[in-house]
């Protein structure tokens, strides 16, 4: 093992950062995004950056900040300290023996192992995963207000800026026939222009699914996420037999095991992939290799990360043999001030992977000072 590449020291902080407006799901509202940093030293005087996100606590999955934070200091931060930084995989199974689950917490200290290592060998963390195929990748904005007329003007917005040209529209926290009225609406403001999805958020059940993607369809929608709970995969392959409308699997895929049965049972057209979801780097790979061994399309999904966050994720999908449908890492947008240094660049619907060794952005420690939970 090379001097100086063991991990010296990991320390977890929980930050909270407005948002420009409310973002509205299924069932929850924020107006503030949570996130626990990760900072990792090596003995060599490297550091690295990592970041966990997750929605108004533990609602969309069972981590919070709070828990991600006391996880990383009792459970995982003691499994890695001294070991070798660059042995990816080693690390990976010490993390899961000193923690079942726990994804997000482990996406974000494998986060900022290669950041730290990047740095220490002077690449790019997306050349530790064997180089990129693309340096950049469509981007989609996400429209959550609930108001059709605000999200309207939203739009219309980044369509003037060059900024976005596909929209993902948050459903489920309203009435169907409510969503239904306000997609109709988006949809015939838009059309021609802009590609449209929707993201339901678990919200419904089969029958109300099957009385809504007809109606979707006639609005010009391309694309439906997750309309059933997690749970339900016989009822997401029986909506793929009956009804052309593709659809996206999220909260139904968090390991290569729950992809596996998500293929086998034919439920979806594509799956958004997720570090906090799969673990980090290494197990979104996995998870992408398989859902394209059975022909289903990547989808790069956010949980409105900081330049930090979409950074990690960028890496990733940059190296990936297909995006078929693009990324929505939005997320430093939509925050009133950005956690790098230098936040990505967004140009001509594009979202563009940062140069430099390790994720290629840098911390912005007075804003984590400034951020951080008291």
Known sequence: MASGMNIAAIQATIVDVPTVRKHK?????VSAQSYTIVELRLDNGAEGIGEA?????????????ESIKATIDAYLAPALIGQPANRFQAARIRMDAAAKRNNAAKAAIESALFD???KTLNVPAVQLLGGAVRDSMPVL???????????????ERKLDARLHDTFKVKIGAQSPEADMAR???IGKALQGRATLIVDANQAWDEATARRCLPILAGCGVKLVEQPLPDWDIAGMARLRQRFDMPLLADESVFTTHDMHKVAQAGAAD???????????????????????????ALYGGCLLESSIGAAAHLHVFAGLQTLGW???HFGPQILTEDLATEPLRFADCRIHLPAGPGLGVTLDREKLRRFSRR
């Open 53 to 65: 996100a997750t929605l108004g606590g533990p609602r969309w999955s069972e981590e919070s900040v």
């Open 141 to 155: 904005w996400t429209l959550a207000s609930g108001d059709p007329d605000q999200e309207i003007e939203e739009a």
């Open 25 to 29: 799901l299924s069932s929850l509202s």
């Open 326 to 328: 693009g990324c929505e």
């Open 270 to 296: 594509a799956v958004s992939l997720k570090l906090v979801k799969h673990g980090g780097l290494l197990a979104t790979r996995d998870v992408a290799a398989v859902a394209e061994s059975a022909g289903i």
């Open 116 to 118: 730290a290592v990047g």
């Open 183 to 185: 997609m109709c609406r």
